[in-house]
C-alpha cells in the first residue's frame, strides 16, 4: 500500500506537503510568541507608575506664596 502512496505522489508533491507543514509550524510558533510578547506588554503597562508632574513635589513655604526651590529636590525631579 505504502509503495503504492508513494508512486502516486511525485517528488514535487511530497516538497509541497512538507513545505505546507513548516509554514504551519512557523505559523503556530509566531502565534504563540506574539501573544507572549502581547502579555509582557500588558503587564508592563499595568505596572507602569506614572509620574507626577515636576511641581507637585516642590512645596510652597512661604505666605506669599514664594517657591523655594533646593537644589536637592530640583536634582531628585531631573533623576525621576
Known amino acids: 500500500m505504502k ?8 517528488s514535487k508533491a511530497r516538497k509541497l506537503n512538507n513545505t505546507m507543514k513548516k509554514f504551519t509550524t512557523d505559523v503556530a510558533l509566531l502565534k504563540a510568541e ?3 510578547l502581547r502579555r ?3 503587564i508592563e503597562r499595568s505596572r507602569r507608575r506614572r ?3 515636576l511641581f507637585n513635589d516642590l512645596e510652597i ?3 506669599i506664596k514664594r517657591m523655594f526651590f ?3 529636590k530640583i536634582q531628585t525631579a531631573r533623576d525621576r
Open 3 to 10: 509503495l503504492v502512496i508513494e508512486k502516486v505522489i511525485d
Open 34 to 36: 506574539n501573544e507572549d
Open 40 to 42: 509582557t506588554i500588558r
Open 51 to 53: 509620574d507626577k508632574p
Open 61 to 63: 513655604n512661604d505666605e
Open 70 to 72: 533646593s537644589s536637592n
